[in-house]
């Protein structure tokens, strides 16, 4: 077809190995698509006649064209829920995590704290089909309401392919307060001061960005105590300085944000990869979200600058126009 792209054809298309049950197609495009089930791995069979044009044979072309089932691939389908938010010396919180196998093959996924922070249950999920869940429940350790402040950690499932170790994680976060949540304060409004709720990591790949000061600020009329919350996805975010102590009205607070690409999961693709920080006000009704904040971060690798290859020189008097073909801003 394509050594006669002004030819007519006929294309037989059948889903059997044996080519039974063939739907006909003529056609005067040397390049077809046709819809394929992805949960089914079969051999496709087609015909290809020529019935006019140049150059053509006169004899059916035979092509067979075998498909597999996709790997198994999980992801997170719900972060961190509830997030952990309790005051001192207080009864250990839950929550849980839940990822989804969005493959077409089963495959056993076994999960695990990075740091150690909390206890997951269970820990291996066997043979987890396509489309289905794993609910993983985060049980945090009795020692861990001890200390103020907030605890950072991630849940990182594993599974094998069929081609290798593949993973994906979820951040977990738990904010130990001095004193019980209210709940029902109001008056409280967070908001990040710069022109965008957005950060940039942007540096080239194989090496470490450097880290950026992020500020917030408190437009409500009352103090407010603040809890973050990181996903979907994320572990590769650090997050320093930010604390339990309120933040009063008008006020701000600076805090450092960093980004570790070791832990990063095969699952968040290639980058850019992105994830947020949502700061929680803690003592405001949970229905009410207007009082949270939400910032997203991106972490870029840029492509590094080449030299152009197979250019011949110019002649004496000509002149030359550069097309950039990628931008980056810092």
Not at 237 to 245: H, K, N, P, T
Not at 294 to 311: C, K, M
Request: charged share 15%; aromatic share 6%; net charge negative.
């Amino acid at each position: 077809m394509a050594g006669d792209p002004l030819g007519t054809y006929q294309l037989d298309l059948s889903p059997n190995d044996d080519c039974s049950g063939r739907t006909r197609y003529p056609t005067s495009q040397t390049s077809l698509t046709f819809p394929t089930d992805s949960g089914i791995a079969r051999i496709y069979c087609a015909v290809i006649r020529a019935l006019g044009g140049d150059n053509c044979s006169s004899a059916d072309t035979l092509l067979k064209v075998q498909t597999q089932l996709a790997p198994a691939a999980f992801v997170v389908t719900q972060p961190q829920q509830p997030v952990a938010i309790v005051e001192r010396l207080s009864s250990a919180p839950t929550g849980a995590i839940v990822f989804r196998n969005i493959g077409n093959r089963a495959a056993t996924l076994n999960v695990a704290s990075a740091l150690g922070g909390f206890t997951p249950v269970p820990s291996s999920f066997p043979n987890v089909p396509a489309a289905g869940s794993a609910v993983v429940n985060i049980q945090f350790d009795s020692q861990s309401t001890i200390n103020l402040g907030v605890q950072y950690d991630s849940l990182r499932g594993t599974w094998d392919d069929g081609s290798g170790q593949k993973s994906v994680s979820s951040s977990v976060t738990l904010t130990v307060l001095d004193r019980p949540r209210n709940l029902t304060s109001t008056g409280s409004r967070l908001q990040f001061t710069g022109d965008t709720n957005e950060v940039h990591f942007t540096t080239p790949a194989g090496s470490t960005p450097a880290p950026k000061l992020v500020t917030v600020i408190n437009t409500g009329s009352a103090p407010v105590r603040v809890a973050p919350s990181i996903g979907p996805g994320g572990a590769w975010l650090i997050v320093e300085g930010l604390d339990e102590r309120p933040i009063q009205p008008l006020a701000t607070r600076t805090f450092t944000l960093k980004v570790d690409r070791t832990k990063r999961a095969t699952a968040d693709g290639a980058p850019p990869v992105t994830t947020n920080l949502t700061l929680i006000s803690v003592d405001a009704d949970p229905a009410s979200v207007s009082d949270n904040t939400i910032l997203q971060v991106f972490d870029e690798e840029p492509p590094s600058p080449g030299l152009g290859t197979n250019r011949p020189p110019l002649a004496s008097g000509e002149a030359s126009i550069i097309f950039g073909s990628s931008v980056s801003t810092v």
